[in-house]
C-alpha cells in the first residue's frame, strides 16, 4: 500500500518541481462519529510546505577524526524520531540553526534538548574533531516536509481537511510533528500512468513566495492535514456545498471521485467495495476501485497525488482516498469523510508563517 502524498523535490531559486522520491508505506490508527455537516467540496490539487516542530532525527553515522579512529557520537544518545529543540540551552528552530550552532562548537561537550514523544531531555554528546578545529555530531537531519496532495473539503468557518492520512517522514515513515505551514497554488504538468507494481503520479510546478500562498497548516494528524484557506474564492472557483454523510449511510456500490485531471477537475466513477467501520486503522475503512474509463486511460487508476480527493455517493461526501495498492493501482484505501471532521472540529489555528 502506498500512501498518495508526494514528497520528492529539486529545488531551482523558489521553483520546486514535485516527482515521487520514495516509497511511503502504510500505518494509521483509530475512528469516531459526525454530524450531518455541509460543507464546500474539494478535489483541487494544492502545493504542501510544513515545517517541524524541532529539527527531527532521522539517523546517526560514523564519523572518522583526524586520530584516524571511526566514532559514533550520537549512536546511544540519540533516536530516530527525536526533536532537537536547543543546543547547549540555546533554541534552534531549524536545520540552518543547527548547523550554526555545530559551527560554534569548540572541542567539549554538547548539550542537545530532545523531545522524545512527550517527554523532554537534555543529552551530552561528545562532538568527533574530523579536521583541524571543525567537528561533527554524526547526526542526520530534516526540518521541513514537501509535497503535493488534494484539499477535500472547506466548512463554514474557512477550515480545511487535505490527504486523508497523515504526512510521515520519508526515511523513517514517523508521522512529523510540525510547527506550521503553509498551502501554496500548484500547477500540474504531467500525468504519469499507473500500472501493476508501480502506481502513477501526478508532477506539478510551485512557487514559493506570498503571492502564491493559499492558506496555512496548523495540524498534521493521522487522519490528514488541517488548516484555514484564506484565498477561498481563488481555491474554490466553484463552490459546491454537499452534506457530510455518517459511516452508517455509506453502502457498497457506486460512488465517485472527484479529483484534477487535464487541467480540469471532474467525477469518476468508482465502486465501493468494502466498509469496515470498526478498521484500528483511521484512513482505512473503504476499500474503492476505479472503475471509469476515463480515469483508467489516463491515469490507470489511484495515482500518487489523489490522496484526499473527496469520495460522493449518493449526494453526500463519504470520504476521501488515501491509499493505492500497489499491486493494482485500480484498488485502494479511503478515509471515512466523518473521521476528517472530527479532525478539523478540534483543530486550533496557529501562527500564520512568514518569508
Request: hydrophobic share 35%; aromatic share 6%.
Amino acid at each position: 500500500m502506498l500512501f498518495l502524498f508526494l514528497s520528492g523535490v529539486v529545488v531551482w531559486d523558489q521553483i520546486q518541481t514535485w516527482q515521487e522520491e520514495k516509497t511511503l508505506w502504510q500505518t494509521e490508527a483509530s475512528t469516531s462519529s459526525a454530524d450531518n455537516d455541509t460543507v464546500l467540496l474539494g478535489g483541487m490539487p494544492v502545493g504542501i510546505y510544513m515545517e517541524t516542530d524541532g529539527v527531527m532525527v532521522l539517523n546517526t553515522e560514523k564519523i572518522e577524526g583526524i586520530d584516524g579512529i571511526e566514532h559514533d557520537p550520537a549512536a546511544e544518545a540519540v533516536q530516530t524520531g527525536d526533536y532537537i529543540t536547543a543546543v547547549n540551552h540555546h533554541e534552534i528552530s531549524g536545520k540552518a540553526d543547527l548547523l550554526e550552532a555545530v559551527d560554534e562548537i569548540d572541542g567539549s561537550d554538547v548539550v542537545l534538548t530532545l523531545r522524545r514523544g512527550e517527554n523532554t531531555m537534555d543529552i551530552e554528546i561528545r562532538p568527533v574533531e574530523y579536521e583541524p578545529g571543525s567537528y561533527r555530531l554524526g547526526i542526520w537531519v530534516r526540518d521541513n516536509v514537501q509535497g503535493l496532495g488534494t484539499i477535500t473539503f472547506l466548512t463554514g468557518q474557512s477550515r480545511f481537511g487535505a490527504l486523508g492520512h497523515g504526512i510521515s517522514d520519508t526515511d523513517t515513515n514517523m508521522l512529523m510533528a510540525i510547527d506550521s505551514g503553509r498551502v501554496y497554488r500548484t500547477s500540474i504538468q504531467d500525468i504519469i500512468k499507473g500500472y501493476s507494481g508501480s502506481p502513477g503520479t501526478m508532477e506539478g510546478i510551485i512557487v514559493y513566495n506570498n503571492y502564491n500562498v493559499l492558506g496555512t497548516i496548523d495540524k498534521n494528524t493521522e487522519a490528514g492535514i488541517y488548516g484555514t484557506i484564506d484565498k477561498i474564492d481563488e481555491l474554490f472557483q466553484e463552490q459546491i456545498p454537499i452534506e457530510v454523510a455518517s459511516k452508517e449511510e455509506i453502502e457498497i456500490g457506486d460512488a465517485v471521485i472527484r479529483c484534477y485531471i487535464d487541467n480540469e477537475i471532474k467525477e469518476y466513477d468508482i465502486q465501493v467495495t468494502d466498509i469496515d467501520t470498526s478498521s484500528s486503522e483511521i484512513n482505512k475503512g473503504l476499500v474503492i476501485q476505479v472503475t471509469d474509463p476515463e480515469l483508467l486511460e489516463k491515469t490507470g487508476g489511484i495515482i500518487q497525488g489523489m490522496s484526499g480527493s473527496p469520495i460522493i455517493q449518493n449526494g453526500k461526501l463519504i470520504g476521501a482516498v488515501t491509499h493505492v495498492f500497489v499491486q493494482d493501482s485500480t484498488k485502494g484505501y479511503g478515509i471515512f469523510i466523518e473521521n476528517m471532521m472530527n479532525q478539523v472540529e478540534t483543530s486550533e489555528p496557529s501562527k500564520i508563517m512568514s518569508n
